[in-house]
DNA sequence: ATCGCTGCAAAGGTTTTGCAACGAG
DNA sequence: CTCGTTGCAAAACCTTTGCAGCGAT
């Protein structure tokens, strides 16, 4: 079978985390709808049906255990429940207002810029550890994707 | 008594709200815990020594009309409850990851250069409504403000 | 064999809702 | 007077917790 499960099972013995059968299918889910920055719930609707004895709790379990570990990313959603994401490399989020979606958006130039301006501005007693940029807009075209160049 | 009050009058009167004792005195408050971004509790907490009438269900659901109405924002905390703010001038958040506090941060300079920034990428398909920068960070100093020159 | 993990169900905390009584315009 | 607003309590919702049994190392 695909070498992805070796990949995760890696991953996860890499933190010191046992691969168990539960562990690896929430992984493997949060990277199939990774582009959804899915829920708790969502994750156990895809993950159920393949694996119909695991429990809603144990999902939570799971990717609490995982964001601990530094293989997730938590993040609030204004909606009120929590999102997930394993995508860990710095990146952005561009929200839209009409379909709902959450699009990751890395971008080194920008990063740098804005690193770049912090530094000419003299701040005191704030050590930043990471700058987050948040673009609100709609997609004039709900149905087709949003074009960077 | 203070013409405060007879501002948020005119607030409310502006987007067609009846001025209420509640509103008022939850208007108020946001505007005294304005840099606390408070949670509906807290609100609760700072109005009811002298409003002991008023539940928390009239705070919430008043919270909420002040949203719907462009009075007040609403954000999702990562702890995983909500945070009300009157400011509703264009800015972004520093958020502290030691004192849990979230301070306000204008900055035109920084808006506009990252609005140029995106003007001069070509994006297609994104109607950009506004951008938000998160900065996370901490306070070498918990007890001190943060100062930006 | 051990110790950590899972599943279940119950509890927790925040926010919403339904409805009768109230009050601002 | 009228219709929107309030207060209360119950419900809804998402998430966490406790514990007996299970399973990965």
């Known amino acids: 079978m695909s070498e992805m499960l070796e990949e995760i ?7 010191g985390l046992k691969a168990t059968q539960q562990r690896m299918v ?28 695991i429990s809603l709790g144990t999902v939570y379990k799971t990717l609490d255990t995982f964001v601990s570990n530094g293989l997730a990313g938590k993040v609030a959603s204004d ?15 561009i929200y839209c207002t009409n379909t709902q979606e959450i ?8 990063d740098e810029l804005i ?3 912090f530094q000419k501005k003299n701040i005191k007693n704030l050590k930043i550890s990471n700058i987050h940029v948040q673009i609100n807009g709609l997609k004039e075209e709900p149905d087709q994707d949003i074009e960077i160049k």
Do not use: W
Not at 9 to 15: A, D, Q, T, W
Not at 79 to 93: C, I, K, L, P, T
């Open 26 to 53: 929430v992984y493997q889910a949060l990277m199939q709808t990774m582009n959804q920055h899915p829920t708790a719930e969502r994750i156990f609707e895809v993950v159920r049906p393949h694996n119909p004895t």
């Open 79 to 93: 909606a009120g429940f929590m999102r997930y994401d394993v995508n860990m490399e710095q990146h952005s989020h």
């Open 9 to 15: 099972r890696e991953k996860l013995s890499s933190v």
């Open 103 to 110: 699009i990751d958006y890395h971008d080194e130039g920008l």
């Open 115 to 117: 690193q770049q301006y």
